[in-house]
């Protein structure tokens, strides 16, 4: 298994488990003394560690040697409209497991989503990097309103606003125009609310010069469908 800790990681550090840890990994994974465990913190790559029970439900972990340095998060940001919580947990893993480096809540005239739980959108992050083997946390970034999320972000980095009005066209052939694939750019990928972007927010997106409107395809996709083949694509054509 994975974990990611806080703890600073080197040969011979010793992390205390808490319950819950020390419990999922003696009796749920049925881990064996010598059996590594895998640990990151975001911060110095991973470490192999090893578990040392210290009861049925207590444990530590013995820090041994390290198994990957450190990489740096992809430069890629995801821009989404809050949905219900429920789903919101889904978004925030896959935007995760898609390669999302930094994601930003962004509040729209018809986001539906009742107040962020930013602890709990960060948890998710955190247990998706756990499964899905990245060294770096992506960066969950304060809610903001659409126009100051769109000013906030850097004049060379490519919007990509994943447009269901947009002219059902092809969609590698709209990126490439957008941005040569041989040149790494910095992407932003945004996504509206399931009620869409009002009129006027369509055209501020439209209106940033960097900024390219992608058709997924002549269906309505949820908007949590949509993040998850937006960044699928947009990866595939230009991601570094
Ligand atoms: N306007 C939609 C409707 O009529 O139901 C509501 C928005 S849709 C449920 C949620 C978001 O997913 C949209 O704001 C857009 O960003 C994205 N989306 C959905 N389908 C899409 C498509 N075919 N092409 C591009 N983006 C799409």
Redesign the pocket.
Known sequence: PRLHVAHDLFAGANLPLDRAQANYLLNVLRRQPDDPVLLFNGRHGEWRASLVPSGRKSAHLTVVDQARTQTVAPDLHYLF?PLKSARLDYLAQKAVEMGAGTIRPVLTR?TQGERLNTDRLHANMIEAAEQCGILAVPTLMEAARLPAALADLAPERLLV??????P?ADPVAALRAAADPSVPVPLAV????????APEERAAILARPNAV???????????D???V??LALVQAVLGD
Not at 161 to 166: K, L, S, V
Not at 190 to 197: A, R, S
Not at 213 to 223: E, K, Q
């Open positions: 409209a018809y606003f994943c447009d269901e009005d947009a059902i945004l996504i509206g609310p399931e009620g869409g972007f409107a992608l058709s997924l395809g002549p269906r309505i996709l949820r908007a469908t949509a993040m083949a937006a």
